[in-house]
């Protein structure tokens, strides 16, 4: 059988209705921006495979750091026992973080990364006696993951509808602009006394569709939240390691998160790892002779060795000045591209920062995330040897830094094609 058989006959695939799957397309190997099928055909990873790869596919940099980890320490439990690669990694991260960061608790992914950042809120409130501060303030169309806590906190939708029953209560707020900031604040300041924490993505919602908002209305929401004593985090799992044009997207704020959530490009895209940062405010409120103040959570896999070496070596990669070079071309050209579409009748907006540029098509009233112009645009895309994943009538492209320039024309001149044809 082919692989394309064998899959079928036993793997389910995420986000993917299985009755009525096109066949997935086989990989056998990956090469800077662009992964090969078992035909050899070569497609440009303009998504970064879900906005994790963020130097190209088989970097040889990081596999050197990951194959020499592999000989050394693969794994060791993490309760009780530490090692070189957790402890540098924390060393290097926590001063690079906007804000005053302290500590580094590890985990295994995004999802779960958010899932450790409400714990920490809701049982600092606990452990420092107070009992009425349980509610956690969000985004309507945030997204935030696929776990439980994680949902509970992102937008009601297709994702989370069979569950809404069973997601603990949140307040949802719209994103803020000239027009509500002041109504935004005056909600905050109500709600203070109930108010654990607000977890926010900040400057632009992922898959919520790529919405983009400002930094100074965000700025004013993190001012009122630490006047009202309210806990901020910062979910960076999309938009760090240089996604926003700036190391961290909070790096444009005044007013710095208490806590950090980390993954997809803290690995440079080569495996799984989560990382939730705090302040030492945060931290202490766990420090106690009381053992039922303890931060009881973990995963087996916590502050993995390999992936810690992954990280440590995606870091060398991202703090270069070539890096850093990349983020700001790729940031140009995107510029360059918005201009020369703008106008175009079918766009019914465009809206870039940094590294990610997002095009919504005019399909009416039909915005939704099943909308039918997805699966057209992205089998046209696929077809011009391009990934792009489509979130309803929304485009976007991510691509990993060192896409070349060539490569970026290729892609915005086959979006324009798309634009006149589809």
Request: hydrophobic fraction near 40%.
């Amino acid at each position: 059988m082919s692989l394309v058989e064998r899959d079928k006959k036993v793997i389910w695939h995420p986000y993917t209705q299985m009755k009525d799957a096109q066949n997935p397309i086989p990989i056998v190997r990956g090469e800077g921006v662009y992964v090969f099928d078992d035909q050899d055909k070569k497609y440009i990873d303009a998504v970064s495979s879900w906005w994790v790869n963020i130097h190209g596919h088989a970097h040889p940099y990081i596999a050197e750091k990951v194959s020499a980890q592999l000989k050394e320490l693969e794994h060791v439990i993490f309760a009780g026992f530490t090692h070189e690669p957790a402890v540098k990694l924390a060393e290097r991260l926590l001063p690079l973080l906007p804000g005053e960061q302290a500590k580094i608790f590890y985990s295994d992914n995004g999802s779960t990364a958010v899932e450790v950042a409400l714990k920490m809120c809701l049982q600092y409130w606990n452990n420092s006696g107070n009992t009425q501060k349980k509610k956690v303030l969000a985004f309507k169309d945030a997204y935030h993951g696929d776990t439980f806590g994680a949902m509970s906190v992102s937008g009601r939708s297709i994702f989370t509808n069979p569950f809404n029953d069973l997601l603990f209560d949140v307040e949802f707020i719209d994103l803020p602009t000239a027009a509500n900031i002041s109504e935004l604040k005056t909600k905050i300041s109500k709600l203070q006394t109930q108010l654990s924490c607000f977890i926010f993505e900040p400057l632009i919602l992922g898959a919520g569709g790529m919405q983009m908002y400002e930094a100074k209305y965000l700025d004013e929401l993190l001012k009122v939240c630490q006047e009202n004593d309210v806990l901020t985090i910062a979910d960076e799992v999309m938009t760090g390691f240089g996604r926003t044009g700036t190391y961290f997207a909070c790096e444009q704020l005044i007013y710095k998160p208490d806590i950090f959530c980390l993954s997809k490009g803290l690995t440079g895209g080569t495996m799984p790892m989560g990382v939730t940062s705090c302040g030492e405010k945060v931290f202490n409120a766990f420090l106690s002779d009381d053992k039922l103040k303890t931060l009881y959570h973990g995963h087996s896999f916590t502050a993995n060795p390999v992936a810690c070496a992954a990280s440590l070596a995606s870091l060398d990669i991202l703090l270069a000045d070539e890096t850093l070079a990349n983020i700001k071309r790729v940031e140009a050209q995107h510029k360059e591209f918005f201009k020369r579409i703008e106008d175009h009748p079918k766009v019914k907006t465009i809206r870039q920062t940094g590294t990610i540029i997002a095009i919504e098509w005019q399909t009416g009233n039909d915005t939704s995330y099943l909308n039918g112009l997805r699966d057209q645009l992205y089998n046209y895309f696929l077809a011009k040897g391009i990934i792009l994943r489509p979130l309803g009538n929304i485009i976007y492209i991510l691509p990993p830094y060192v896409i070349s320039n060539n490569d970026l024309a290729y892609i915005y001149q086959t979006i324009q094609q798309a634009l006149d044809e589809i």
